[in-house]
């Protein structure tokens, strides 16, 4: 069996980093999304258990000291993590595990996961990054405002990450992608007995 790994996918506000994980899940079937816990309030058309797990603080302070996350962070002024479990579960059938989530749980991932593999996704210009979280229109000037200063501050990790996807186009994006997860897929250290699960006899 190969084994499974974790994919970490980051990159700012406006990116469209939400879009492309859309489209690639649903373009790989056999990819499984983890679903973040959320203290944020559910945006129109947002679904409890699909989208995040939308609870309240006094949840997720007693989810964060029963260790119940794999790691958790502070984003634009509410909590979000990701649930251990799940995670782990899936890992160890041998899945490929897609978590959208911020660079400061990405770097915690990281410590505790090396191994996991880690995109960020990055908008074509500045400009357009602007241009695209104020049309979102989802949020208010001030959480606008909050999402694009954090922007800058999030632009700079991208250091810490194995692979850059610049979204001009998500088709593109999505396919540069799949090229990832397929190299990945491939490495000699994803698999176990490799030649006897290709069956090449050895000797
Ligand atoms: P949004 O509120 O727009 O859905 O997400 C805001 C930010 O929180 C995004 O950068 C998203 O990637 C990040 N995020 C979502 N889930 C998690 C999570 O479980 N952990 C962390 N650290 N960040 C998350």
């Given at each position: ?199 090449i006899q050895e000797g």
């Amino acid at each position: 069996m190969s084994k499974g790994f974790l994919l970490v996918v980051s990159g700012p506000s406006g990116c469209g980093k939400g879009t492309i994980c859309k489209e690639l899940l649903r373009r790989n079937k056999d990819l499984i999304f983890s679903v973040s816990a959320t203290t944020r309030k559910p945006r129109i058309g947002e679904v409890d258990g699909k989208n995040y797990f939308f609870i309240d603080k006094e949840k997720f302070d007693s989810m964060v000291a029963r260790g119940e996350f794999l790691e958790y962070a502070n984003v634009h002024n509410n909590s979000y993590g990701t649930p251990k479990k799940f995670v782990i579960d899936n890992i160890g059938k041998g899945e490929i595990v897609l978590l959208e989530i911020d660079v400061q749980g990405a770097l915690q991932i990281k410590s505790v996961y090396p191994e996991a593999v880690f995109i960020f996704i990055l908008p074509p210009s500045m400009e357009e990054l602007k241009n695209r979280i104020i049309k979102r229109g989802t949020e208010t000037k001030k959480d606008i405002d909050i999402r694009l200063k954090n922007a800058l501050k999030e632009l700079k990790f991208v250091d810490e990450y194995d692979y850059f996807v610049i979204n001009d186009k998500v088709s593109d994006a999505v396919e540069n992608i799949e090229a990832i997860i397929t190299a990945e897929r491939l490495k000699v250290k994803r698999h176990k007995n490799l030649l006897k699960k290709i069956n090449i006899q050895e000797g």
